[in-house]
């Protein structure tokens, strides 16, 4: 790549076992390749890996669940930490949603989300997130959604 669009966006789809597996594998990578960009940084690094996921903003509520309970309990059970951005992403109707901690746990709360958006699929038009008209200042993206080929949802498999 030319460098001059810091974020990617990944589509996963298929079934949630077959999402699992690939988040599985994406977060290894992500982890050796950072593994090896950090032997030239101090000793202060953290071995967290970071995902932001692209949901879209009509999912969100039931990932959250009411009064919080869901995002809590999702935390508690993978020890990862979720963030749900609360505005969406520029000119989307999709918002991010951040996803932080070991490689186990990272996977494993990609898992529960998985289980979220099946139960509740997404409602209305979704205007997908493009990168390079602004967004989340070089972080890589993790979409959930369709190529514009198949079905939207990415669980719908």
């Known amino acids: 790549t030319d460098g001059s669009c810091p974020e990617r966006i990944i589509t996963v789809t298929g079934t949630s076992d077959a999402i699992f597996q690939a988040y599985t594998l994406i977060c290894k990578k992500l982890e050796d390749v950072d593994g090896s960009k950090a032997k030239d940084r101090s000793s202060d690094w953290k071995d967290d890996l970071t995902l932001c996921l692209v949901v879209p903003a009509s999912q969100c509520g039931s990932l959250i669940g009411k009064g919080g309970s869901k995002i809590k309990e999702i935390r508690e059970v993978?020890?990862?930490?979720?963030?749900?951005?609360?505005?969406?992403?520029?000119?989307?109707?999709e918002r991010s949603v951040t996803v932080t901690g070991s490689r186990d746990a990272v996977t494993?709360?990609?898992?529960?989300?998985?289980?979220?958006?099946?139960?509740?699929?997404a409602?209305?038009?979704?205007?997908q997130y493009q990168p390079g008209r602004g967004g989340l200042?070089?972080?890589?993206?993790?979409?959930g959604r369709g190529d514009?080929?198949?079905?939207s949802n990415p669980l719908a498999g």
């Open 78 to 93: 993978t020890g990862a930490s979720v963030q749900v951005a609360s505005d969406p992403l520029p000119g989307s109707t």
């Open 148 to 151: 514009g080929r198949g079905p």
């Open 123 to 127: 409602k209305g038009t979704i205007v």
């Open 137 to 143: 200042s070089g972080r890589a993206m993790m979409g």
């Open 108 to 121: 494993q709360c990609v898992y529960h989300i998985c289980c979220v958006m099946l139960e509740s699929p």
